[in-house]
């Protein structure tokens, strides 16, 4: 028998899914809900609620939006020639804090992965491949320098290059194994400046 009220186990039980959260830490946090107010508490909640009913993935980019289309594929003033391949969204908000970078993205909301059963069918290859329509000439693979980043990147340019589509790797002042999103504007810059085809 559990020394806790259910309701307040329950809560823990949910805590606890959250990436990187244990049972000690679902327990503190749940201890921390208990003492906001009502108030407090309801605008955590409908938080949840309203991110998970108003967020979803722009129909051109794939990238999270609260509209059909993203603001970056909606501009007027991107460059509609280049598309940049990132794996999450964090990436695309990384990149365009270097403010270095004027074309679209893709985001395939993960790389292939053998180990962890992710297949091409589980990222938005499919999508992207669909956007490839003759206005767009070059393919900009930004998915992290470590095993999986690079087999992705190698997969997806095999199905681009042949339809006539230039194919370019970002060039890594990266560390080998490190994430694009904990890289400053300057690396990012040298980065997408570098590129070389692939
Ligand atoms: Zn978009």
Redesign the pocket.
């Known amino acids: 028998m559990s020394l806790y009220p259910a309701p307040f186990e329950r809560l823990v039980e949910q805590l606890s899914k959250l990436p990187g959260v244990g049972s000690k830490s679902a327990q503190r946090m749940a201890f921390y809900f208990l003492r906001l107010s009502d108030q407090e508490a309801e605008a955590f909640a409908s938080a949840i609620t309203e991110a998970k009913r108003r967020v979803r993935r722009?129909e051109?980019?794939?990238?999270l939006?609260d509209q059909e289309?993203?603001p970056?594929?909606?501009s007027p003033k991107r460059d509609k020639r280049i598309i940049c391949v990132v794996s999450e969204p964090r990436d695309v908000i990384a990149l365009e804090r270097s403010r270095e970078y004027n074309g679209?993205?893709h985001v395939l909301h993960g790389v292939i992965s053998p180990l962890r059963h992710m297949g091409p069918e589980d990222i938005t290859a499919r999508e992207l491949l669909a956007r490839l329509d003759g206005t767009v000439e070059e393919v900009i693979m930004a998915t992290n320098p470590d095993t999986e980043g690079e087999a992705t990147a190698m997969y997806l340019s095999r199905l681009i290059k042949p339809l006539g589509i230039k194919v370019t790797r970002i060039a890594y002042g990266i560390p080998v194994g490190s994430n694009l999103e904990f890289a400053d504007d300057a690396t990012l810059f040298r980065a997408l400046e570098g590129r070389r085809e692939i």
């Open positions: 722009c051109k980019c794939q990238n939006t289309v993203c970056i594929c909606a679209l993205y």
